[in-house]
């Protein structure tokens, strides 16, 4: 798990990756510019039907790792829209700011933290003095707009999980540890959205908040930052692109007795794709006091009674999305012709198979239908019949299929398809009745996993 000074050299990446990558989004599917016929909107995107499958699948591997596979977290969705009580109680009101400056050359206001004293617009080096910027989104509820309307639009999902920590331990029985994990759509008014996906006002995260006894703080802080590293690279992510970063003490957040961010290399260098901090009892405490509720826990074996200690990682699904798409980009040459190529694990690909019919023939349609049919219980599959076998094939690999089938004339005759690999291209002859289970092993394989019994 490399830290900030010994993270690897950077990877050869193609110098213009990350416009190679943008206009694969544009091109098939995964991203669109959010009303793009009317101009457009700036910093918001709409995800095509590749880009929401992408998505989706990153946050299911996510609550699959966080909330599936484990017994001591439990999920809630909580509202998007809350009372201003709640962010006061949080600091959020007060503490939630970024330093803007204005350009005195070109006038256009900047994240002062952001631009390293160079307007990136005209290249002035003379600014406004900082004033703090307060991203959240304030709207009103009901039909008067005065201050007694007034509500916000979550910056973040955490604070739902702190003011149900009472509603989920009565209803759960979980005692500390345990942890709270919500996936969910979140805003900001970002002064300077850039980057594509990776900072936009309107986004997803995916956090959890892992409530632990006062002493035990520490020690749960760095098992959540080796789990959460090593979900990354579990997933596809090479380490050479991942590094550990601690924030120094003038970085932290008014709540945060430690905070470390996981990094990716993105072609402009090294930038955040989840954070894990120790939030103490900051926010039970603040929310206890405000609301005049008691949010603590009570053991009954020893008598103690005490406010947890919350260990939050707290990811981007939007950025991590797309630091899986530039890790996964390659260019090679298969049989002499170039192609791109999505290394995506199979877990995450928009689609895991494709099935081909060789040709548009009536004759293979029926069968080619059937070999669809069963495979899409088990399996998200595209279906394409348009152009040649090999621009097929080049397209299934541009998007990150890894397993094409092929129904060909052979097939009427021997009840047999074709299962062509991504990466190797290998290709290699499987019966119908078993391809169901040879695809779920190879699934299973690409997890270090063995396959279910009677697969």
């Known amino acids: 798990m490399p830290d900030a000074e010994t993270a690897g050299a950077a990877p050869d990446r193609p110098d213009d990756l990350m416009e190679k990558v943008v206009g694969l989004c544009k091109r098939r599917g995964f991203i669109f510019q959010s009303a793009e016929i009317y101009g457009g909107f700036r910093s918001t995107y709409d995800y095509g039907p590749l880009g929401v499958n992408l998505l989706r699948n990153v946050k299911n591997a996510w609550w699959r790792s966080m909330v599936q596979l484990r017994d001591d977290v439990v999920g809630i969705d909580a509202a998007i829209l809350g009372p201003p009580a709640v962010w006061q109680a949080s600091g959020h009101l007060a503490n939630f700011t970024d330093p803007l400056v204005d350009c005195l050359s070109c006038h256009q206001r900047w994240r002062e933290d952001k631009i390293d004293g160079v307007c990136p617009a005209c290249g002035g080096t003379t600014f406004t003095e900082p004033r703090a910027f307060n991203l959240m989104f304030k709207t009103h509820a009901g039909p008067v707009e005065d201050e007694g309307a007034v509500a916000y639009l ?87 692109q991942l590094r550990l970063r601690h924030h120094d003490p003038d970085e932290l957040s008014h709540y945060s007795a430690g905070t470390a961010d996981v990094e990716f290399l993105f072609p402009w260098g090294w930038d955040e794709l989840e954070g894990i901090a120790n939030r103490t009892d900051f926010d039970l405490k603040a929310h206890a006091a405000a609301s005049g509720e ?12 005490y406010v947890p200690h919350v260990i939050e990682p707290a990811a981007g699904a939007t950025r991590t999305m797309m ?62 019949v348009t152009q040649s076998i090999g621009r097929r094939y080049r397209r299934q690999d541009e998007v990150g299929t890894p397993w094409c089938v ?50």
Not at 214 to 223: K, V
Not at 294 to 301: G, K, M, T
Not at 435 to 444: D, I, K, N, P, T
């Open 323 to 384: 630091a899986f798409l530039l890790a996964a980009y390659a260019e090679d040459e298969v049989g002499g012709e170039a192609r791109t190529v999505l290394r995506l694990h199979p877990r995450l690909a928009p689609y895991q198979v494709a099935v081909l019919p060789l040709s548009k023939k009536d004759t293979l349609e029926p069968v080619a239908r059937e070999v669809l049919g069963m495979l899409q219980p088990w399996l998200m599959c595209d279906y394409d």
């Open 406 to 455: 092929t129904v060909d004339f052979d097939t009427l005759e021997d009840r047999a398809v074709t299962v062509r690999d991504r990466d190797t291209t290998d290709q290699v002859r499987v019966p119908i009745a078993d391809l169901v289970g040879h695809l779920q092993a190879r699934f299973a394989a690409s997890e270090g996993a063995e396959p279910a019994p009677g697969s």
């Open 294 to 305: 008691r949010l603590e826990y009570f053991d009954q074996a020893s008598g103690e009674r």
């Open 154 to 240: 979550r910056p973040e999902t955490a604070q739902g999980m702190f003011v149900n920590f009472a509603n989920v331990l009565q209803t759960t029985r979980k005692k500390p540890p345990f942890g709270i994990a919500q996936v969910g759509k979140s805003f900001r008014n970002e002064i300077t959205p850039q980057n594509f996906v990776f900072r936009t006002r309107e986004f997803e995260q995916m956090e959890m908040e892992f409530f632990v006894p006062p002493d035990e703080g520490t020690r749960w802080f760095e098992y959540w930052l080796g789990e959460r590293f090593r979900w990354y690279t579990d997933l596809g992510i090479p380490e050479a």
